[in-house]
């Protein structure tokens, strides 16, 4: 009985095992895409502008915003999509409300929606 190790046979055996998982991986990732959401809405003031940023999951995103005047609910912009999460602002004080949308540009039915309040 000898111990000896074939490391040619062992070796094609192994690049045999790391291909099979790294196809399934593959399958994994190309079936699964990561859930559209929205984490947060981050509301940035510097000199004078407010930016309204969306921290989200998905693939391929683009994002637009609605922002209402909340005094009179009285809508002032509509941004359309654009592939920056960030949105920029110079607004007299007051209190508004941002609306975000972000969807995924490889489906126009994938997309989420969510509201924040800030003042400025």
């Known amino acids: 009985?000898?111990?000896?190790?074939?490391?040619?046979?062992?070796?094609?055996?192994?690049?045999?095992?790391?291909?099979?998982?790294?196809?399934?991986t593959q399958e994994l990732l190309e079936n699964n895409p990561p859930k559209l959401e929205i984490n947060k809405l981050i509301i940035?003031?510097?000199?004078?502008?407010?930016?309204?940023?969306?921290?989200?999951?998905?693939?391929?995103?683009?994002?637009?915003?609605?922002?209402?005047?909340?005094?009179?609910?009285?809508e002032l912009l509509r941004l359309k999509y654009q592939y920056a999460n960030s949105f920029v602002f110079k607004l007299p004080k007051g209190e508004y409300i941002a609306k975000v949308f972000v969807r995924e540009n490889l489906s126009e039915t994938r997309k989420v929606v969510e509201s924040i309040r800030f003042y400025s």
Do not use: H, P
């Open 1 to 24: 009985m000898t111990n000896e190790v074939n490391w040619k046979e062992a070796y094609l055996k192994l690049e045999e095992q790391i291909e099979f998982m790294m196809k399934n």
């Open 44 to 74: 940035d003031r510097n000199n004078g502008y407010t930016s309204v940023i969306a921290d989200a999951t998905g693939s391929d995103m683009t994002y637009a915003c609605y922002l209402y005047d909340k005094k009179n609910n009285k």
